[in-house]
């Protein structure tokens, strides 16, 4: 009884003690202790994500800013969706992008077949879009009662998402973009500028008694659309408010591995609320292991969170693990089209990408019905055939000295994502433990030569034991001279696309 008495006061003084220092640790809402902050080595592992943009736009199948553009007669920053929305659904102020929702069917969605499928061609987490610009909320919102559970599918759509992504072992994450809500669908508010319709308001204006006998009665427009105001007026504090309580509780609800931002820390002190609420709640979630992920674009310290670069690369090896978020689809959401990838580019860019210490999270654009389309399935499916066969120089590595060599530079930024294939004499390396990785961007031929592994370059440490070519039980010749590491490669390559070299040092 002593011995368990014992026990008990040293467990309960160990508790005590782990409770003081987790609490001395806690995550304030400013950059200075966000800063310390530091990336989960899953995430590190991971290296590719699957991003899916599906809800109520996939129904107009035609843009990821369809619900702002709709609305706008004249001077659209791009695309056709006024003239899309007369052609197919009528004029918006008869039939608004909240009549969209029915729509949105869902009726042949299965997410756990669509997350094995992702397992199976590597992906390691899955990232659903939560609530969009359109303010519409995929999950069971308490906030929000134009969402996925009491309209459109009328299914818990991140909840089914999350459940199919524990059973196939695959991190889960949210992306929260209804920050941009509040500017984003002031367009529902106007009118036509020219024509027989001209100063017809569009259905942004109707209020919840207009919706009597609709199909929509007992909710308001203004929930969705938000309440008019200046178009340069910033968010009031009654918005911001019901932002921080939305988010709060995608997160506490769903419990994310990951929540992605798609611009900076939004809406100043609230969305810093939210980041430091984030890393804490994590802490907690997983018996205090801090293994959240917080995708921004803008970082004023990258080491505060992950940065994301949208549909972009980075020029350089970055000292913080980063991400490339791209879309395989046309769009953002689904619409018809040739595909923005190839695999053979896809593969090359993937690698590049971690060979910088990045990540990346491919969108994919599921139909209205839930399905995958199969041209995209198909592009995943040969990515994923690559990664069966030389996915251990990718998944577990870290970069090495220097990300590789060759004539392709890529540019730096958001949306400068390379669209040609890397060439074969590019080179891009990753390492592991005492192994090197020593991937060909393409067949150079009978021979390769690798510069940054010659005596002159200074970086190689240790003796070479072993080099073998991934996937060829070809023995593998080679020597070393002051300039280049000097490789022979058999008559015939292992796979289609990239070839890798493994090197085993001593």
Known sequence: MIKAI?????LSLSTAFISQATKAQEFEPNWKSLGQYECPDWYRDAKFG????????????????????????EGARWGNAYEHHLKHFGHPSEFGYKDLIPLWTAEHWKPRELARFYRMIGAKYVVPVAVHHDNFDNYDSTYQPWNSVNLGPKRDVVGEWKKACQAE???????SHAARAWSWFLTAHGSDVRGPQKGIPYDGRLSEEDGIGTWWEGYSPQDL????HGEKEPPSEAYKEEWFKRTKELLDKYQPDLLYFDGGIPLGD????????????????????????????????????????????SEKLRKNPWQTDATVNPGWFYQKGNLDFTA??????FIDIVSKNGNLLLNVGLKRDGTLPEDQRKVLQEMGDWLKGNGEAIYGTRPWLVYG?????????????????????????TTKGKTLYCILMDWPGERVSVQSFGEDAGLLEGQIERIS????????????????????????????HAQVLKLELE
């Open 270 to 313: 609230y969305g810093m609320r939210i980041a430091a609420h984030f890393y804490n709640a994590n802490r907690q979630w997983n018996q205090g292991s801090l293994e959240a992920v917080l995708n921004l674009k803008f970082l004023p310290d990258e080491s505060a969170g992950v940065l994301d670069i949208e549909c972009g690369m």
């Open 169 to 175: 072992g695959l991190r889960f994450g949210v992306s």
């Open 50 to 73: 699957i991003f899916m943009h599906w809800g109520v736009c996939c129904t107009a199948e035609n843009d990821g800013w369809y619900g702002k553009w709709m609305y706008v007669q």
């Open 469 to 496: 070519l991934i996937g060829s039980d070809a023995k593998i010749q080679w020597k070393k001279t002051g300039k280049a590491l000097q490789v022979r490669l058999p008559e015939e390559k292992p796979c289609e």
């Open 6 to 10: 014992h026990c008990a006061t040293a």
């Open 344 to 349: 053979p580019v896809l593969i090359d860019n």
């Open 405 to 429: 060599e060759g004539p392709t530079q890529v540019e730096k930024g958001h949306f400068k994502q390379r669209r040609e294939p890397h060439t074969a004499k590019d080179i891009r390396f």
């Open 225 to 228: 659309y938000g309440k008019p």
